[in-house]
Nanobody
Framework: QVQLVESGGGLVQAGASLRLSCAAS????????MAWFRQAPGKEREFVAA????????YYADSVKGRCAISRDNAKNTVYLQMNSLKPEDTAVYYC??????????????????WGQGTQVTVSS
């Protein structure tokens, strides 16, 4: 069982930066693939970024590529999402997700068993 707690969301102006954090419980954090998804009002949950257990292989949605960076600190059981050049369309609740990294696909919400409660990111124009 893994519990995830996100933090770092907030209200910012377009062009600003935010760093989201997701702290995970448990002793096997290094075995998990970690991801960030987001959900805007009236829209489906969508993939943002993922990172494999190694911390080397990373994936990004086209909508955030070049503006966001996912990273992890296995010693701190924490995954981060650095978001730069934020746009109003980035406004959403951002969720952290985790699942054992078996090498399978990591960009779909169905690939994850564990989810955080979400953190709101609002970008004003």
């Amino acid at each position: 069982q893994v519990q995830l707690v996100e933090s770092g969301g907030g209200l910012v102006q377009a062009g600003a930066s935010l760093r989201l954090s997701c702290a995970a419980s448990g002793r096997t954090f290094s075995a998990y693939a970690m991801a960030w998804f987001r959900q805007a009002p009236g829209k489906e949950r969508e993939f943002v970024a993922a990172i494999r257990r190694s911390g080397v292989i990373k994936y990004y949605a086209d909508s955030v590529k070049g503006r966001c960076a996912i990273s992890r600190d296995n010693a701190k059981n924490t995954v981060y999402l650095q978001m730069n050049s934020l746009k109003p369309e980035d406004t959403a609740v951002y969720y952290c997700a985790a699942d054992i990294d078996t090498g399978r696909q990591v960009t779909g919400p169905d690939n994850y068993d564990y989810w955080g409660q979400g953190t709101q990111v609002t970008v004003s124009s």
